[in-house]
């Protein structure tokens, strides 16, 4: 007995029995609801954006080559490839781009992490941190825009994972569906301030260097400002280096902040920052090992999405009598691409012929487009909750406090209320002594 409870206070301390449980957790239906939700708005804000169609597409191209594909390979040609389609009627929009492209990089991250082939995953990293500074750069108030009614849809959806994610991991509770979204609406002043904070002090501290920089203009006095401020713009430049740096490494930690600790903006930023510099080493492995563990579970969501949807095409070929003349297309295949695994949705197969193909491809397409949308939702689902596992084995680690203390808004209604200064004299006062009946009058 004794050594079977040394080993399980051993194994207590560990990642490995925490980490595992996120797989549970993310496929709970209440946070697959909440994040299928959030990505309809935001999807549906994409299309609408959308209808501009900004992005140029090279024309007659048949892989329909877009500038961010010429901005990825080759940065300098990118000028010149405007200037010869931007006048072209065809176009895609930037969601539409944004969301084709880095759906292909996560995929081959993913393929990279089971590969063992690092090269692979910087790459496709960094391919994803170029495509979002060609948005920015070419594209700057959509840009802005879209990511706005992203953080604002997210701080919803996702404090609201994040809190369920705590109050399972620290308490084994199950909170509803309107309990969770009831806690994110009241802190969405944390949640969708906090990531922009520090690109706030980044744009106040830089516009300091920016000024020291436009006073260097002035004649025979601006060089000598210039030499003179050179110490301040310098200490100014690291400052800046060091919130990048514990932004770019914290991110992950300031949602999971608000939600187990309920934090405000700057108490997020806090944490997130002195967990990152107090043990950076410890956060570096815990990321590494959810990511792991993620691909992993990522694969098996996906597998199974494609053999669901595989079994039921053939399941349904079967029994439908398709035209396998020449002169017609098959039926199946018109209205129901063939489902791959990098490609649920299927390669876009023959035009329908009749209306009635049209309707049955439409529905189809919706139905595919939920099965997608599901295997979305998991992944960011399990993005909130082994992120709020980490903040809690972080906070442990440099703070000392166990996973159990978490932020209870309702605690207050537990709370005895106070005693009254009278109700305090009642209490002191010594009880009334009891009538005495007299004996002799009793008999």
Known sequence: MGNGRESFRLFDGLFFPRIFQTFRMS??????????????????AGRIMDLSKTVVVAAGSQAKLTELDIYISNPDQIQKFLDTFKEQEEGVGVFDTLWHFS????QGAVDSVFAFDLPGLED???????????????????????FVIILAVMSIAGGAICRIAALQFARGEKPGLTEALRYSTKR?????????????????????????????NIPYAGELIVGLGAPLALLAGALIAVILIGAVAGFNM???????????????????????????????????????YGSICYTFVRYFAFLSLWITRFSVQIALWVNDSADKANKLTTIWPKPEFRDLLGS???????????????LIYLFLLVVVGLVVSFII??????????????????????????????EEADVEPFATESDSKKEQSPPAPEPQTDSSSSE
């Open 103 to 106: 759906a292909d990089r996560f």
């Open 348 to 362: 876009s197969g023959p035009v329908p012929t009749s209306y009635t193909e049209t309707i049955a491809a439409f």
């Open 27 to 44: 496929i709970q239906p209440t946070k697959l609801i909440i994040i299928a939700l959030a990505l309809a708005v935001i999807c549906l």
């Open 124 to 146: 496709n990293i960094t391919g994803f941190f170029l495509c979002l500074g060609w948005a920015l750069r070419h594209h700057t108030v959509y840009c802005i825009i879209f």
């Open 254 to 292: 300031m949602f999971p902040a608000v939600a187990y600790d309920g934090s405000d903006c700057f108490d997020a930023i806090s944490r997130s920052f002195s967990y990152v510099y107090a043990k950076p080493w410890h956060m570096l492995f815990y990321t590494s090992i959810a990511a792991i």
């Open 188 to 216: 969405f002043l944390s949640f969708f301030t906090t990531p922009l904070a520090p690109l706030i002090i980044i744009a106040c501290i830089g516009v300091f260097i920016l000024l020291s920089g436009l006073m260097g």
């Open 381 to 410: 689902s399990f993005y909130f909750s082994a992120n709020t596992i980490i903040y809690s084995l972080m906070r442990g680690k440099v703070d000392n406090t166990p996973r159990e203390d978490i932020y209870m808004p309702f």
